[in-house]
Every structure is written in C-alpha cells, then in structure tokens.
T-cell receptor, first 113, second 114 residues
C-alpha cells in the first residue's frame, strides 16, 4: 500500500527566504506526483504536476523535483512572500488506468513578514 | 464556468440523522471523487466514479453511499450520522485525457456531528 509522508508538519520562515518542502513515498511505481496548495477553509489548487519520466517542473518561483528511485519529491519556493502562507500537500497517482491519488498529510507553511 | 460546486458549506447534524452532500461540475469531466479531510491529516478517498452509472469504493467508504446518474452530479449520502464522520468533505473531478490533467477541487463542506 502506498504511503505518502510530509515532514515537517509545520514550517515558519522569514519573508524573502528560499525554502524546501519534502514529500516521500514508499512505492516508486508511480504515474505522476502533484503538489497542491490549500488555503484555510478552501479546497485544493494544483501547483505542479511531475510525470514519472520527468525530473522537475517549474512554475514561476516554484520548482518541484522528483526522484523516483529514492521515493522523494521536493517543492522549492524561491524568495518567499507572506502570500505563500498555506498548507502544501503532495499526492501520488499509482499508474495509468488508476485515477486514485494518495495524499500526504501536508506541511503548513507560514511566512513571517 | 463555475467549476466544482458543493452545497452546503457548513452543516451540523445530530447522531443518527441523515443528509446528502451535493457536488456538481460543469466541466464535463468523467471522473469524480469524494474525499474527507480530518484535522492535521491528508485526504482520504471515500468513493469515486469513472462515469455516469459507475461508482466504486475508496479507502474509507463505510457509512457513506453515492450515486452518479448524470455526468454533472455526484451526491454523497450519509445515512446514520456518527461523530466519527465529523470532517471536511471535498468533491473533485478529473478529465484524464492527457498525462498532465489534474484534479479540480470544490470548496468543501464542513460537517459536524454532535
């Protein structure tokens, strides 16, 4: 059974710093991995999706990497801003034809002005 | 496009009561999902559907039922509410016609069972 872990559960950093969020998964046979953002009281919004054949994806100040062999992904946020404060969740999709995602428990990020 | 809509936004139930959480989408996506999110936890899949008339259980289906009579709607039914069902419920959709397709989430329904 796939298990997805995100450590730490919470992180606070001063504004302007670069930071890395971690995601690890136990079964390397994945179709893709996604990073989502969740604001308090809101639903999830997809940030980046990395296919199993890719090593990284970038969108603006965000860069996500994937190392399938070690079962790890990181989300790098450059020049953090207070508006980046949210909970970030990663999710893995097991395979083509299997559309069910397994989610991590998330990292609650607070950017201190 | 409204995307994925969920009603109600909040609800308080008494133990043993029943209710239906509504989910509707206007994106013509085939796949629809129901998740629950408990405090400090990730999302757990309750039920999902790959198209109208087809539903299947997820990781935590006990105490819930679903139906999918149309592409647009995917209601979640709680028959005998229990305090363990206190949670935030999210509906999501997926087109899945491309390797880069991702799930779209509704705003959630916060349910408290007392």
């Amino acid at each position: 059974k796939q298990e997805v872990t995100q450590i730490p559960a919470a992180l606070s950093v001063p504004e302007g710093e670069n930071l890395v969020l971690n995601c690890s998964f136990t079964d390397s046979a994945i179709y893709n991995l996604q990073w989502f953002r969740q604001d308090p009281g809101k639903g999830l919004t997809s940030l980046l999706l990395i296919q199993s054949s890719q090593r990284e994806q970038t969108s603006g100040r965000l860069n996500a990497s994937l190392d399938k062999s070690s079962g790890r992904s990181t989300l790098y946020i450059a020049a953090s801003q207070p508006g980046d404060s949210a909970t970030y969740l990663c999710a893995v999709r097991p395979g083509f034809g299997n559309e069910k995602l397994t989610f991590g428990t998330g990292t609650r990020l607070t950017i201190i002005p | 496009n409204a995307g994925v809509t969920q009603t109600p936004k909040f609800r308080i139930l008494k133990i043993g009561q029943s209710m239906t959480l509504q989910c509707a989408q206007d994106m013509n996506h085939n796949y629809m999902y129901w998740y629950r999110q408990d405090p400090g936890m990730g999302l757990k899949l309750i039920y999902y559907s790959v198209g109208a008339g087809i539903t299947d259980k997820g990781e935590v289906p006990n105490g819930y039922n679903v139906s999918r009579s149309t592409t647009e709607d995917f209601p979640l039914r709680l028959e005998l509410a229990a305090p363990s069902q206190t949670s935030v419920y999210f509906c999501a959709t997926l087109r899945d016609e491309s390797r880069t397709d991702t799930q779209y989430f509704g705003p959630g329904t916060r349910l408290t069972v007392l």
